[in-house]
């Protein structure tokens, strides 16, 4: 069966600080993996994408993520977190052909001055 | 290019009503896809339609439908609401395709809420 977890309900982090929100993964075939923002009000946001080849993806905003197969893991990263970047953020799994996204239960992030 | 549009925006209902949401698709997207956002459940996967046929469908009771016209909007129906059904509904504009993945394009979402 498909699912994804993310493990941290509530990061805070202070501006500037680094920023790693974790993303493990149960998917039968070979997976799509993304990472959407939410801001509060609106709709999703793809911040980044990964079908395959490199395993270091970069996507908008300054975030990459890495795909570990091993680990079944996609964690998201930004060196130098804006207070802009304040949001909740959600993980998904899908499949080639296939546009049903299975989603993670999201991680706030707080960002303190 | 205008994004994709999700008419109406809050929506206020009372058990046993039935509602209609509406979703207008980036222009040439020829797929949309709707999904369910509540604090219990998360972001739950509803139906997809390509070109007015539904391809795939979550696991949600017969209340839920949806169908899709040929210009690409696409509407969404709850019947005999219930107080779990107050969500944010939120609809992706998909360019099309079937093999292969395409990136999903959301809209700001339409809150309902059942009284």
């Known amino acids: 069966a498909q699912s994804v977890t993310q493990p941290d309900i509530h990061i805070t982090v202070s501006e500037g600080a680094s920023l790693e929100l974790r993303c493990n993964y149960s998917y039968g075939a070979t997976p799509y993996l993304f990472w959407y923002v939410q801001s509060p009000g609106q709709g999703l946001q793809l911040l980044l994408k990964?079908?395959?080849?490199?395993?270091l993806v970069q996507g908008i905003k300054g975030f990459e993520a890495e795909f570990k197969r091993s680990q079944s893991s996609f964690n998201l990263r930004k060196p130098s977190v804006h207070w802009s970047d304040a949001a909740e953020y959600f993980c998904a799994v899908g499949a080639r052909g296939a546009n049903n996204l299975f989603f993670g239960t999201g991680t706030r992030l707080t960002v303190i001055p | 290019k205008a994004g994709v549009t999700q008419t109406p925006r809050y929506l206020i209902k009372t058990r046993g009503q039935q509602v209609t949401l509406s979703c207008s698709p980036i222009s040439g997207h020829r797929s949309v896809s709707w999904y369910q956002q509540t604090p219990g459940q998360g972001l739950q996967f509803l139906f997809e339609?390509?070109?007015?046929?539904?391809?795939n469908k979550g696991n949600f009771p017969g209340r839920f439908s949806g169908r899709q016209f040929s210009n690409s909007r696409s509407e969404m129906n709850v019947s005999t609401l219930e107080l779990g059904d107050s969500a944010l509904y939120l609809c992706a504009s998909i360019k099309g395709g079937q093999n292969s993945y395409n990136e999903q394009f959301f809209g700001p979402g339409t809150r309902l809420t059942v009284l």
């Open positions: 339609y390509f070109s007015e046929t539904q391809r």
């Open positions: 990964y079908f395959s080849g490199d395993t």
